[in-house]
Every structure is written in structure tokens, then in C-alpha cells.
Nanobody, 123 residues
Framework: QVQLVESGGGLVQVGGSLRLSCAASGRAFSSYVMGWFRQAPGKEREWIAAISWSGGSTDYADSVEGRFTISRDNAKSTVYLQMNSLKPEDTALYYC????????????????WGQGTQVTVTS
């Protein structure tokens, strides 16, 4: 099992930037797809980004495409989410998760959820 701890959330103004981190324990980290999700109050959890085991392939939800960048450092067992041009609708609890395969699949399940880090964007 992979244990995940997110950090880097906070309060930011519209148009600002934040970088989230997700630190993983477990030797299998570098073998799996990593992803970011978010959940706003009263809404379902939303997938927003995924990265392949090597970092060579990424995928994004339309809502964040062009503004957010996912990356990973396998030597540090950490995945990142750089968030730019933040909007009030980006306010949510952000989670990372593992997809136990090397390349992202939109239909494959996710697991090993972290506790989340809160991002609040103010106008």
C-alpha cells in the first residue's frame, strides 16, 4: 500500500499561483500513475490531472488544462501540481491518489487516497 500526504494548500487571490505536493511512502511509487483530484463543498470529487510512471505522459481535465501542470520526482517519491491563474471555482480540497498501472486509464480505478490539502481562492 502507498501512503500519501498532500501539502502546499492555502489562501490565494484570483490570478495567483500555488504548488501542491504529494509525498508518497512505499517503493512502488515509481511504478504507478499518480493523479490529482479535488472536491468542492456540495460537489462530487473531480479528477483533474494524471501523470504516467515516468512523467513522460500527462493528462488534464478541461477545467484546468493550460493552467495547471502535474509533475513528479521519483527520486523523492513526490508528485506536484503547479496551479497558475487561479479562479474562485478552483476552491476545493485537493487530493492525490494512485492508479496501479504505469500509464493512465480513464476507466481504471484509483486508490490509496491522501487526506487532502485545502485551496481557497479569493476575489
Amino acid at each position: 500500500q502507498v501512503q500519501l500526504v498532500e501539502s502546499g494548500g492555502g489562501l490565494v487571490q484570483v490570478g495567483g499561483s500555488l504548488r501542491l505536493s504529494c509525498a508518497a511512502s512505499g517503493r512502488a511509487f515509481s511504478s504507478y500513475v499518480m493523479g490529482w483530484f479535488r472536491q468542492a463543498p456540495g460537489k462530487e470529487r473531480e479528477w483533474i490531472a494524471a501523470i504516467s510512471w515516468s512523467g513522460g505522459s500527462t493528462d488534464y481535465a478541461d477545467s484546468v488544462e493550460g493552467r495547471f501542470t502535474i509533475s513528479r520526482d521519483n527520486a523523492k517519491s513526490t508528485v506536484y501540481l503547479q496551479m497558475n491563474s487561479l479562479k474562485p471555482e478552483d476552491t476545493a480540497l485537493y487530493y492525490c491518489a494512485v492508479q496501479r498501472r504505469p500509464f493512465y486509464s480513464r476507466t481504471y480505478s484509483w486508490g490509496d487516497w491522501g487526506q487532502g490539502t485545502q485551496v481557497t481562492v479569493t476575489s
